[in-house]
């Protein structure tokens, strides 16, 4: 079973910054690929950006250019720099590992915001 504990949500204006952070109980963590997703009210959850073991990267298209998905395994740690933030970015930001066929997810951080 792996942990998944985010920290680092709270209120914005657009135009600001923020660092999520996502640290994990993992023996293992170098090997598997990690993910932040989102949900906002009455929305599906959506992949925002995803880092591979090997540190390739992908992102939302409305992620791209403003958004930096990082990690180090050796503090099992993942981030997710947020900048230029958006109205359309509040929403509840899940950490996820995966290592096939496992997906765990976090608990979730809520980034929430004044236009």
């Known amino acids: 079973q792996v942990q998944l504990v985010e920290s680092g949500g709270g209120l914005v204006q657009a135009g600001g910054s923020l660092r999520l952070s996502c640290a994990a109980s993992?023996?293992?963590?170098?090997?598997?690929?990690m993910g932040w997703y989102r949900q906002a009210p009455g929305k599906q959850r959506e992949l925002v950006a995803g880092?591979?073991?090997?540190?390739?990267?992908n992102y939302a298209d409305s992620a791209k250019g403003r958004f930096t998905i990082s990690r180090d395994n050796a503090k099992n740690t993942v981030w997710l720099q947020m900048n230029s933030l958006k109205t359309e970015d509040r929403a509840d930001y899940y950490c996820?590992?995966?290592?096939?066929?496992?997906?765990?997810w976090g608990q979730g951080t809520q980034v929430t915001g004044s236009s």
């Open positions: 996820n590992d995966h290592l096939y066929p496992d997906d765990y």
């Open positions: 880092i591979t073991s090997l540190g390739y990267t």
């Open positions: 993992r023996s293992s963590f170098r090997i598997n690929a």
